[in-house]
């Protein structure tokens, strides 16, 4: 059934529909938050400062917007999709302009109460308007060049834009996300064939632009490829990330040293340990029960997305569905893989774990996007 | 259903289809995440923790106490001290050469001394503390303790430091010690040693002497402190220690008192001498002079110092009582003559005339008096030192009896103690000289060896050996190390040597006489003291060879030779010669004549010894007494009090 013939009647209204929502979801987002607050307790030495206590103030003003989002019907969200991804957009470049610079990358706009970061955003906003275009768009034309070009662009321009800031962990996130989207859209496979050899064959010539003056990424960003390629190489240099995680990680065994007894992050050998490194910390101190733990939570939480979307016979709420849950499974995927050393070290923190404010949000409003769209599902 | 529915229902059958193969594909790799979790936890967990452990775990060595040294009456001979100096950890220091000027400003660095700290940073790791100076005053460690705050990563350091209280009384014995160096850790004695307190930057070894031939008692063993530190090197809190074990306690043979008297009277000569108890063997003195102050190395010697004493044509750093060897000259006559009386092929009844010179093989051979002695038995040739009973007796015995009876001896021999360079001399017979000068062995080459000269070299301290041999007949060998830790080294059973006990007595007459009757070589440095009588042979050896030019116009006397071409005066003692209980030698280098450089040294240090103290004028001839007082009150002797002074705890 196609959005033009969507029977808005059955949706439930009123401010009892908020009873409608997936509370198994609600549950599992509240357990692994839970599991953040405990982690950031325990890097702290024990303590609810500096990070657990800010954390769940955000958390709890996450859940408030979640909740508000849900309760606006799917369909308003799906109208100012477009306008959401332009305004995202207008965003990046206005980062670009006036941008505070901090960590080395420009990435926020200060608003003085909070740090605007609109690559978060924009995460959310690429998946929202693929889903409104592939909604709209005929089922037929879904493969034909020009149309494949058009959400092309629509991912490779904020992509282009965050690249520069630069930020390589949202671009990564931005374009496997828009991927993903393409995909469950029905999109050939020929494409996604021919997307894998070039980005192989652009990855090869990013390598061999090196020390050029065209080299396409930053140095630091080839320091960390060398890093993850031969991180015992340089031991207290680049690798020094790497190597402290894993032996982190690795030191945790089934049971793990206990909270706050994980000599790694106690004694601050482990970079970022309330950041993105923070799963080292948790394998460290919860061992094996705790990480695995983890990842089932993570796991159900993508488990009933994906149940939800395909209950919905809304093709909108279901592209939005995946491409949220994927975005989520993204973040997870590449946060682990960093610190179990399968991949190179980029910046993406653990969803609902790591400490800071805009990922959080960010993920709050996709899963109140996921919310609405499981309330306001059409009914027969 | 319209065509359009169908469109969107085969859409929706995509979106399905492919989502739950993304869906498919996302459980899957979560599952590649807990799997290599799994690996890293489960499997790899042993190799992880190590290394975590290897992080947080610093095993930080503590130095034990070095072991002290004492005499044989338990004088203390050297001391443990806290050596006042300034470290600075690299990691935590701002601007380095600002730091160091502050440093320097404060404490008083040269230049020099700055160069030489920043090259030992940039060696060592950033995190690991560096000595930049030392041996600094009270009052300056003070001041930077008291600025210490202000200076981010220095901090004042206490470390031990060894000073030698009698300090050129030893320095030959006891050696020196200083920081362990790369040559003492790749070639020199240390590079077989693994002890990790090697490691520690500058730490003490002993580098000559008895503190370098005994390092490894001396050493003690190293403690351990494992200490837990955070990423920035912080120490968090101490996990456990084990303590350091202190080094052994050695007490030497030697006699602080006779040892300073010993030091004294060589004086600025060139010279050594070697005191023995005949009846253990126990080294009582052994001086080389002159000497140097040992506290000047371990501190770390200035150039303007090392030179001087490199300068210093009496080679004050070498100790010739073991490392100096000379041509044993007329000392080593009672060898041959016990060899000729061994083999039987002469009696002591056997006369040889006298002429001054005999003719061998075409070549002249002289004694030392040029107009001859007459008749000469083998107790007068001992007494008047006659050369040619010799010449014509070591003709009779062939070079090989003599070598042989100048080994059981000790000559030729090495004397295995704790020293840093025990030369072993050399006894010369055919099988030598083939070897090494790849020639025959003549029979002049027998003639010049049967009065000490030619190719024989002995050390002093294996003059006294031989000596101490002949005045107890047995192979009595030297000692040095009385007791370690308090147990005393066992003595042991001398051998009897195998010699005949009349031809030792004859000999014993002969050294006899030669003291203590007109006619002898060392008439003049008798001792009159009842029960001390002295037994002694004087010797004279050329550093040069006289032409028959020279002779004919008469021998230049050594008044006028320069200074290296003076003979070396020796002699040899034993006393009392009826009891024997100390055998002395001296070796004056280029002193002229044995009878009067050597022997007067040999008898004040054998009357020392056996007094235990300053003997009374009595002991000497009367018309002597007048010099010895004059020389006993020149004679610039430590305060007795310190020499005797116990050690004051337990």
Known sequence: MSSVEFNGDNAPTGPGKILFMNFTLTLLLVAVAGLGFLMLYSVAGGSLTPWAAPQMVRFALGAGIMLMVAMVPIRFWQNISGLAYAASVLLLLLVESVGAVGMGAQRWIDLGIIRLQPSEITKLTVVMVLAAYYDRLDARKISRPFWVAVPLALILLPTFLVLRQPDLGTSILLVLGGAVMMFIAGVHWAYFAALGTGGGGLAALAIMLRGTEWQPLKDYQYLRLDAYLNPEADPLGVGYHIIQSKIALGSGGWTGRGLMQGSQSRLDFLPEKHTDFIFTTLAEELGFVGASSLLALYSLIIFYCIVSALRTRDRFSCLLIFGIASTFFLFIAINISMVTGLMPVVGVPLPFISYGGSALIMLMIGFGLVQSAHIHRPRS | ?650
Not at chain 2, 281 to 294: E, K, Q, R, V
Not at chain 2, 336 to 345: F, P, W
Not at chain 2, 607 to 618: E, I, M
Not at chain 2, 626 to 644: N, S
Request: aromatic letters at 6%; glycine letters at 10%.
């Open chain 2, 1 to 650: 259903m319209t065509l359009l529915e169908g469109r969107a229902d085969q859409s929706v059958r995509v979106i399905t289809r492919r989502g739950l193969i993304l869906g498919a594909a996302q459980m899957a790799f979560v599952g590649v995440l807990g799997l290599r979790i799994r690996q890293m936890q489960i499997e790899q967990v042993e190799e992880f923790r190590l290394l975590a452990d290897e992080n947080r775990i610093n095993i930080r060595l503590t130095r034990p106490a070095r072991g002290l040294v004492f005499d044989r009456n338990g004088v203390p001979l050297v001391r443990n001290e806290q050596d006042y100096g300034v470290v600075l950890t690299r990691a935590d220091v701002g601007d380095l050469e600002t730091t160091l000027q502050r440093i320097a400003g404060i404490v008083g660095l040269s230049a020099d001394e700055v160069d030489q700290a920043l090259r030992e940073i940039s060696e060592a790791n950033p995190s690991v503390p560096v000595t930049v100076a030392n041996h600094l005053k009270w009052d300056a460690f003070a001041k930077v303790a008291a600025n210490s705050p202000a200076l981010q990563g220095v901090r004042p350091d206490v470390t031990p430091s060894r000073a030698y209280p009698l300090n050129t009384d030893f320095a030959h014995v006891l050696g020196y010690v200083g920081p362990v160096s790369d040559y003492d850790m790749t070639k020199g004695y240390l590079s077989e040693d693994t002890d990790p307190l090697l490691k520690i930057p500058r730490f003490q070894v002993g580098k000559t002497g008895v503190e370098a031939k005994m390092e490894h008692l001396l050493r003690g063993r190293a403690g351990v402190r494992r200490e837990e530190v955070n990423a920035a090197g912080r120490v968090m809190r101490q996990l456990d220690e084990k303590a350091s074990e202190p080094g052994a306690n050695l007490q030497l043979t030697l006699d602080s008192r006779l040892q300073n008297y010993v030091q004294a009277r060589l004086g600025e000569e060139s010279a050594s001498a070697v005191v023995m108890d005949i009846r253990n063997g126990d080294i009582m003195a052994m001086g080389s002079a002159p000497s140097f102050d040992p506290n000047k190395f371990a501190r770390g010697i200035s150039l303007a110092d090392w030179n001087a004493l490199m300068a210093n044509r009496f080679r004050p750093l070498s100790n010739k009582a073991t490392q100096g060897v000379y041509p044993p000259g007329s000392t080593f006559k009672m060898v041959t003559a016990l060899a000729a009386l061994h083999e039987g092929v002469i009696g002591p009844g056997l006369e040889i005339s006298c002429g001054g010179h005999v003719e061998v093989g075409g070549r002249r051979f002289h004694c030392w008096r040029s107009h001859g002695h007459g008749a000469m038995d083998l107790h007068s040739s001992l007494v008047e030192s006659c050369d040619v009973f010799y010449y014509d007796i070591s003709r009779r015995v062939s070079i090989e009896k003599i070598a042989s009876m100048g080994r059981r001896l000790g000559f030729g021999q090495h004397h295995d103690l704790p020293l840093s360079a025990v030369h072993q001399g050399l006894m010369p017979d055919r099988n030598w000289k083939l070897r090494n000068r790849s020639a025959d062995w003549v029979v002049g080459d027998t003639l010049n060896s049967s009065i000490g000269q030619g190719f024989v070299l002995s050390s002093p301290l294996q003059l006294a050996v031989m000596t101490a041999r002949i005045a107890s007949g047995k192979s009595v060998a030297p000692r040095l190390i009385k007791s370690i830790n308090g147990r005393e080294e066992p003595v042991p059973e001398w051998e009897p040597l195998g010699i005949d006990s009349r031809h030792l007595d004859l000999v014993r007459g002969g050294m006899i006489d030669a003291v203590n009757k007109p006619k002898g070589t060392a008439y003049r440095s008798r001792i009159l003291t009842e029960g001390m009588l002295m037994a002694g042979k004087t010797g004279t050896s050329q550093v040069r060879g006289i032409t028959e030019a020279e002779r004919s116009n008469g021998v230049i006397a050594n008044e006028d030779r320069p200074w290296d071409q003076i003979d070396h005066a020796l002699f040899v003692c034993y006393a009392p010669y009826d009891a024997p209980r100390v055998a002395c030698s001296v070796v004056v280098e280029h002193g002229g004549n044995g009878s009067h450089s050597a022997a007067p040294i040999a008898r004040d240090i054998v009357l020392q010894a056996l007094y235990g103290d300053t003997p009374p004028l009595s002991a000497y001839p009367e018309n002597q007494r007048g010099t010895i007082q004059t020389r006993q009150r020149q004679l610039k002797l430590r305060d007795p009090a310190v020499l005797t002074r116990k050690r004051s705890r337990a």
